[in-house]
């Protein structure tokens, strides 16, 4: 049981200086040298009885000193849990029916006094009176509004008839420990918070009745308090760390002389000015301080990730009012800690603000700005379907997407170079089907990340020979996930082991029941070697479409999805999109995320330039001032000030979100770059093709480290190396891309040239490891050895126009040049650093040898003294290894 604070303690608890809680304890004879000495809980309740109310406490002859103290805290306690559970009921506006009815009252009076005052000190503010400030600028004391404002800690006197016995069991329950932890908490808080609180308790503290001047402040216990009191049947003197006086508010109203003040400075320039009355420089300090304060925020619009003092920016508030309120309620915060959303309830109702919290998106969101709802568009006419393939490595996407377009797209297109753009479109008789030309699911999965589905179907390609493997059931998923209607492509028909019952079996286990087995999914049996089944897939696909009943407006301003963007040489940044709705023509203006720019040429997948491309159509898009990312929307705007504005909006939000998220994560892990901090760390981005290899290579990739150097694996899947981790090792420093058995494509291979990260595939376990290590090792810090060559003692020294030379006999080994050099007096080395020169007579010389006499010149060093010893030494790296 802790029956002794420390003097700092008590000083901190009310936000004052120890020394001024020292002077206050010395005038009331109390017998305090430092911040270190202790006092008892009395007489700390005492002192701060003094320092508070100014009250000299009567001597009290009671005995039994501690267990009174420990009483008191005791109450305390119960007090302080009763207003904390008050506090939530009142705020989250819960009451539980099964709490005493004396304690409900007591609340509903607590948010009744809360909410009363808070509207009279708005309804003050705002009313700022002339006439007050005329009858009142000669009062010395004078506080500035505060409205909803916590008080400071004080005092309260609560009654109780019988004598405290030293009951054990109530001193069981009583915490003071926990209590403890809290005031030093606070104390760490920061100096900026305490300064701020001290400065406020300080001109408390000048005024006598400064009791009441507190009166501007906010018991939002109200009256409740005394009441709870009132239940206990002793009496005590409890500190109340969170309610203020009892003070009536009255005599607080003409106390507000200042306030008119800076309002009549404020309109200076204006009405009002001042009325001509000299202002002195200090004044006008305080004039702006407390112009600051006295504005009153009612309602504030925030975004959903906001830090403690941006929230205190909004409210135009201190940062510390707003810590102060979180930490009255026990909520640990710093300036720069991201608020929740009961944070964020708490503070509002504390500050009696209505937050309304915005999504910052919207400033940009052209998308929904300029939205067309083709549902409802009279205009919109019939566009073609287009079409993702997904299905495990090496069932056959490629073949089949080179298959159809070689089948389909070069027909008629003699003279065409055919280029991959990243989409191309084909025609089954007569009638379009867009395919988007990119293996796998990255840019699908990047596009759905962004929310632009393009795919309006689904084909999954499944060899007939090899069945559903896990990336199959990966692409199941993902299917089901998008709602999309499926096709599935038993592909390698061709070959004699195929089997297509067992894949359809096997689907059907995952939900997809080919038609003939009854199900809703087609299942097409094909080969993209021979070109056995295409036309069937490409009917069954126009089947689906004509289901689907895909419709766009060719005449309205286009939107794009971007399924592949990449720098080209000469034409700069270069998006193939595919247009969802409308038409693209070269000279609109665009906007594509943070991009913006106008379109100087589309080019299709044959190479050609063409003028525009209309709903579901496909071109490479020119013009954009920076590379967009896949999945993101371009979209034709009005002018070029419009893009340009959304594009810079985006820009900011994107960089401040990056910001957060750093500050973030910084907070988060905290305490682990604490303990991690000196080590470096080579990140790692981990793709294999199995689970196994996987597992193995992360946990012996972990286990590479030191006391220096450590791996840390930031991502792993299996499968092959999509955009995805491309841009997520872009975005760490000192990241590698690690594939095991894997393979990038082509757009991957030149997104990670553009963002200027390595690659490295690998098909052995322990090359992989080994080209890690060599890594590592060369992250590690050069270490060196020092290999002394020998001593000379200096016997005389010359001034010489370029320095000091010291006339030396070599008493051990030999003095080297180009070596380094080290000058002892009486043993203990006084300097360190080159040798500029070493001459025999007048020669310079590589070396001298024992008892040989030289000339020693030492760079930037003149202060070598007879009876010196000098010492020439190399120093050799030395191999480190992990
Ligand atoms: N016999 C036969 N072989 C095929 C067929 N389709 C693809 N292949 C072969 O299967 C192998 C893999 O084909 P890809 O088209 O590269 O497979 P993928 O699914 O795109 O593979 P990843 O790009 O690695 O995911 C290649 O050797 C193809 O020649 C087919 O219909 N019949």
């Known amino acids: 049981m802790i029956d002794k604070v420390r003097v700092h303690e008590v000083a901190t608890e009310m936000g004052i200086a120890s020394k001024d809680v020292i002077n206050k304890a010395t005038e009331m004879g109390l017998v305090v040298k430092s911040a270190q000495s202790t006092v008892s809980m009395e007489d700390a309740e005492k002192i701060m009885n003094y320092i508070m109310n100014g009250d000299t406490p009567e001597p009290k002859k009671d005995a039994k000193k501690p267990a ?18 008050a506090k939530k009921e009142t705020k989250v506006q819960e009451k539980s029916k099964d709490e005493p009815k004396k304690e409900q009252n007591t609340k509903e009076e607590k948010t009744k006094s809360e909410k009363e005052v808070k509207k009279d000190t708005e309804v003050k503010e705002t009313k700022t009176s002339k006439k007050e400030e005329s009858s009142n600028q000669d009062e010395p004391k004078i506080k500035t509004v505060q409205v909803p404002k916590k008080k400071i800690g004080g005092l309260k006197i609560v009654k109780k008839k019988k004598t405290v ?9 009583f915490d003071v420990p926990q209590k403890q932890p809290k005031v030093s908490s606070y104390g760490k808080m920061s100096a900026e918070v305490l ?6 308790k300080k001109t408390k503290k000048e005024t006598p009745v400064s ?10 216990f109200g009256g409740s308090m005394a009441e709870v009191s009132m239940d206990m049947d002793d009496q005590v003197t409890l500190l109340d760390l969170n309610a203020t006086e009892r003070a009536p508010l009255e005599p ?15 309109s200076n320039k204006g009405k009002n000015a001042g009325r001509g009355r000299k202002v002195s420089r200090d004044k006008r300090k305080k004039y702006t301080k407390e112009k600051q304060v006295e504005e009153v925020v009612t309602h504030v619009e925030i975004p959903e990730d906001i830090r403690v003092y941006e929230f205190a920016e909004k409210l135009k508030r201190p940062m510390s009012d707003v810590i102060k309120v979180l930490f009255d309620l026990g909520m640990m915060m710093t300036k720069n800690d991201f608020l929740g959303s009961d944070e964020i309830e708490v503070l509002s109702d504390e500050f009696g603000v209505e937050v309304t919290i915005i999504d910052p998106k919207d400033e940009f969101n052209y998308e929904e700005d300029l939205a067309h709802d083709v549902e409802e568009d009279p205009n919109a006419v019939k566009r073609p379907p287009v079409i993702t393939i997904m299905g495990h490595v090496d069932h056959g996407k490629t073949s089949l997407l080179d298959a159809i377009r070689s089948a389909k797209v070069t027909e008629g297109e003699a003279g065409g170079i055919t280029q991959h753009i990243g989409a191309y479109t084909v025609e089954q008789h007569g009638e379009p089907i867009t395919f988007i030309d990119t293996p796998g699911h990255a840019a699908f999965g990047a596009m759905r990340q962004r929310g632009t589905d393009v795919t309006d179907i689904i084909i999954i390609v499944v060899a007939a020979d090899d069945g559903v493997k896990p990336q199959t059931e990966e692409v199941i998923k993902i299917a089901k996930d998008s709602g999309a209607p499926v096709i599935v492509a038993l ?9 297509p019952d067992l894949v359809k079996g096997q689907m059907a286990e995952h939900g997809m029941t080919s038609v003939d087995w009854g199900g809703d999914v087609e299942f097409i049996p094909l080969s993209a070697k021979t070109g056995m089944g295409l036309d069937d897939l490409l009917e069954n696909i126009l089947i689906t479409a004509e289901v689907l009943d895909l419709k766009a407006n060719p005449k309205v301003p286009a939107k794009s999805a971007v399924v592949e963007a990449s720098l080209e040489k000469g034409r700069g940044p270069v998006a193939t999109v595919i247009v969802q709705n409308g038409t693209l023509k070269v000279g609109d203006n665009i906007v594509c995320g943070s ?9 299709d997948e044959n190479g050609k330039q063409i003028k525009s491309i209309g709903p579901s159509h496909t071109a490479q898009v020119a013009g954009l001032d920076t590379v967009p990312p896949s999945g993101e929307v371009l979209m034709a705007v009005s002018s070029d000030k419009e893009a340009k504005e959304y594009a810079h909006k985006r820009y900011e939000y994107d960089r401040h979100k990056e910001l957060s998220k750093s500050t973030k994560s910084t907070l988060e892990d905290m305490t682990a770059m604490i303990a991690e901090g000196r080590l470096k760390t080579l990140k790692v981005v981990l793709k294999a093709d199995v689970h196994g290899s996987l597992e193995a290579l992360k946990s012996s990739l972990t286990d590479l480290r030191n006391e220096e150097v450590k791996v840390e694996v930031i991502s792993t899947g299996v499968g092959g ?4 981790d491309v841009e997520l090792a872009s975005a760490s420093d000192n990241c590698v891309l690690l594939g095991f058995n894997i393979r990038p494509t082509g757009s991957v291979k030149a997104l990670a040239k553009q963002r200027g990260i390595e690659i490295r595939n690998y098909s052995v376990i322990y090359q992989l490891l080994d080209d890690v290590t060599n890594m590592l090792t060369g992250m590690m810090d050069l270490k060196f050895t020092e290999e002394n060559t020998g001593q000379a003692d200096v016997k005389d020294t010359f001034k010489t126009p370029k320095g000091m030379i010291a006339g030396c006999t070599v008493v051990d080994g030999k003095l080297i040049r180009g070596g380094l050099v080290r000058v002892i007096r009486e043993g203990v080395v006084i300097f360190e650093g080159e040798l500029t020169s070493l001459k025999r007579f007048k020669d310079d010389v590589e070396e001298v040898g024992n008892g040989y006499e030289c000339g020693v010149g030492i760079k930037g060093y003149d202060d070598v003294q007879v009876g010196d010893v000098i010492e020439t030494f190399k120093k050799v790296e030395q191999k480190v290894e992990l």
């Open 68 to 85: 009174k103290a420990k009483k008191a805290e005791e109450k305390i306690q119960e007090i302080e849990e009763t207003k904390e559970e």
């Open 165 to 173: 016995a030293s009951t054990s069991s109530s001193n069981d329950d």
């Open 195 to 200: 300064e701020e609180l001290a400065s406020k």
């Open 211 to 220: 009791k009441k001047d507190t009166g501007t402040k906010i018991d939002i």
């Open 252 to 266: 607080e109203q003409p106390r507000k002389p200042k306030q008119p003040k800076p309002i009549g400075r404020n």
């Open 491 to 499: 592909n390698k028909m061709d070959k004699e082991t195929a089997n």
């Open 595 to 603: 991009s913006y720019g106008r379109v100087k040429a589309l080019i």
């Open 721 to 724: 190396i999509t955009e995805n």
